[in-house]
């Protein structure tokens, strides 16, 4: 059974950096194809698509918010992490992670946790 | 980035009627190398994270019911519930998986009448 917990800081201040950690089980991340991404959600807001690391270390991040991404996993702890950095209260979300099944750039998300919400205020 | 647009973006729909949500993309989502549009759809509750309906386009994920359904190619997609339940009352999102980043469309919102 494949499920996935985000976990980390609910609050930040403006201009720091967010690190959450997903860390999950019931895949590996070192099974060919297999991803695991972020996904946020502001309060009432759509999803918006955020950054995704696959088995082989490949990367992909959200264009306009690349400079402030960074992710990378650990594969024998099986964790996931997301950095964020120079945060805004826009960046006020829900945080999602979420499985991303082979064959590689599929791009779907076919299990996901439950969510942080992180709220980004002085 | 490709653009999701979504039509309606709330729908009331009588339980046991059809409910029909369109998913337009700002360019094709079509892969020349295997034919497949690169379409999902999700469905998400109040309070939980979204749930993976459907890929490439039609592909039902397991334990979907087999009212839902999706079609579609190239730019527009329709996701269809052919007889509403009480449990489909959610928002419903179609996303993109055929470049990066892997966008998804604004909601639609699902009522019961």
């Known amino acids: 059974q494949i499920t996935l917990k985000e976990s980390g800081p609910t609050l930040v201040k403006p201009t720091q950096t967010l690190t959450l950690t997903c860390t999950f089980s019931?895949?590996?991340?070192?099974?060919?194809?297999?991803?695991v991404g972020w996904i946020r959600q502001p309060p009432g807001k759509a999803l918006e698509w955020l950054a995704l690391?696959?088995?082989?270390?490949?990367?992909r991040h959200s264009p306009s918010l690349k400079s402030r991404l960074t992710i990378t996993k650990d594969t024998s702890k099986k964790q996931v992490v997301l950095t964020m950095t120079n945060m805004d209260p826009v960046d006020t979300a829900t945080y999602y992670c979420?499985?991303?099944?082979?064959?590689?750039?599929?791009?779907?998300?076919?299990?996901w946790g439950l969510g942080i919400l992180v709220t980004v205020s002085s | 980035d490709i653009v999701m647009t979504q039509s309606p973006d709330s729908l009331a729909v009588s339980l046991g009627e059809r409910a029909t949500i369109n998913c337009k993309s700002s360019?094709?989502?079509?892969?020349?190398?295997?034919?497949?549009?690169?379409l999902a759809w999700y469905q998400q509750k109040p309070g939980q994270p979204p749930k993976l309906l459907i890929y490439?386009?039609?592909i039902r994920e397991s334990g979907v019911p087999d009212r839902f359904s999706g079609s579609g190619s190239g730019t527009d997609f329709t996701l269809t519930i052919s007889s509403l339940q009480a449990e489909d009352v959610a928002v419903y999102y179609c996303?993109?998986?055929?470049?990066?980043?892997?966008?998804f469309g604004q909601g639609t919102k699902l009522e019961i009448k």
């Open positions: 979420a499985h991303s099944p082979p064959p590689q750039w599929l791009g779907t998300f076919d299990y």
């Open positions: 019931g895949f590996s991340l070192s099974t060919s194809g297999v991803g």
């Open positions: 690391i696959y088995w082989n270390d490949d990367k």
């Open positions: 360019q094709s989502v079509l892969s020349s190398s295997n034919n497949k549009n690169y």
């Open positions: 490439w386009t039609s």
């Open positions: 996303q993109q998986s055929y470049s990066t980043p892997y966008t």
